[in-house]
C-alpha cells in the first residue's frame, strides 16, 4: 500500500496556522509524507485550504480521516483511525460504520488503510476526546497489538504517545510482535537523539508538535530517521 515504505512523517494540524515557510521546509524536507489530522477543529474548509498548500510541492500527502465530514477528495492516501483502547465502540467501530452506511460507496478503498491505534499518553487531546484506557500494561498493549495485527488484519498498529516520548522498549516489543502490519510511532519526538532511537523501534516514526513549537528541530529528525538503521 502507499504507506509501506514510509520511515518519516510530518503530522500537521488543519486546526493550527503554519506559516508558509515553514510549510515549505517540512514538504521539501525528505520526508516521507506528510499526513493531514487533528483530534479537534478541523473542518472540511481548513482541511482543503492546507491539503491545497501542500500541493504546491512533491510531497505525499495522506489525510486521516476522523470523521466523515471531513473526507475531502485528492489525497493520495486515507487512513482512517480506530482507537482499540477508547472506552466506547463510537472509536473503534460505531463510527465507522455508521459512516460506511451512508458514504461506503464512495470510499476509494484502494488508496484507504485502517489504522489500529493504541492511545498510551492520558494527558493528550486523543486520549481525552476518545476515553482511551491508558492504563494498559505491557501485556495489555500487546494483546490489542494482536488484536489488531492477527485478528482483525489492520495493516497499520500506531502507538500514540503524543506529547510526550513514549516507552521505547514497549515500542520494540510490539514490533516484534507484528506479523503484518506496519508500526507507527507517535510521540514527542524533537531532537534527532529521539528521532534515531524512534526509528530503531518501530518502522514509521510520526513527527507533529514540534514542527509548530521547534521547526528546525523538528526539521532534524528527518535525517536522523533515514540515517537510522531500520527495525527488522
Ligand atoms: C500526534 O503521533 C503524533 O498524533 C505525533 O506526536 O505531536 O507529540 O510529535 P507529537
Redesign the pocket.
Known amino acids: 500500500m502507499f504507506f509501506r515504505t514510509w520511515r518519516h512523517v510530518f ?1 500537521l494540524d488543519p486546526d493550527r496556522a503554519i506559516d508558509d515557510r515553514t510549510l515549505e521546509r517540512v514538504c521539501r524536507s525528505g520526508t516521507d509524507a506528510v499526513l493531514l ?1 487533528g483530534s479537534s477543529g478541523v473542518t472540511y474548509g481548513k482541511t482543503v485550504e492546507l491539503l491545497t498548500r501542500v500541493r504546491r510541492y512533491e510531497v505525499p500527502c495522506a489525510l486521516e480521516v476522523t470523521d466523515p465530514s471531513l473526507a475531502v477528495p485528492g489525497f493520495d492516501g486515507y487512513f482512517v483511525p480506530m482507537v482499540l483502547n477508547a472506552r466506547h465502540r463510537d472509536w473503534w467501530i460505531g463510527r465507522h460504520a455508521e459512516a460506511l452506511r451512508r458514504f461506503g460507496r464512495l470510499v476509494p478503498w484502494d488508496i484507504t488503510a485502517g489504522e489500529a491505534y493504541i492511545v498510551l499518553n492520558g494527558d493528550s487531546a ?1 486520549a481525552r476526546v476518545t476515553d482511551a484506557d491508558t492504563g494498559l500494561d505491557a501485556d495489555g498493549v500487546a494483546a490489542y497489538c494482536q488484536l489488531a495485527d492477527r485478528l482483525w488484519r489492520v495493516p497499520v498498529v500506531y502507538l ?5 516520548f513514549g516507552d521505547m522498549e514497549l515500542v520494540r516489543r510490539v514490533r516484534g510482535m507484528l506479523k503484518q502490519a506496519r508500526l507507527f510511532y ?4 524533537r531532537s534527532p537523539q529521539q528521532a534515531r532511537e524512534a526509528a530503531r523501534a518501530a518502522h514509521t516514526v ?5 514542527v509548530y513549537d521547534d521547526p528546525d528541530a523538528a526539521l532534524a529528525t528527518v535525517e536522523a530517521v533515514k540515517g537510522a538503521e531500520p527495525p527488522v
Open positions: 503530522k489530522g486523543v500514540e504517545y503524543s506529547g510526550v507517535g510521540g514527542g519526538v510520526v513527527v507533529g508538535n514540534a
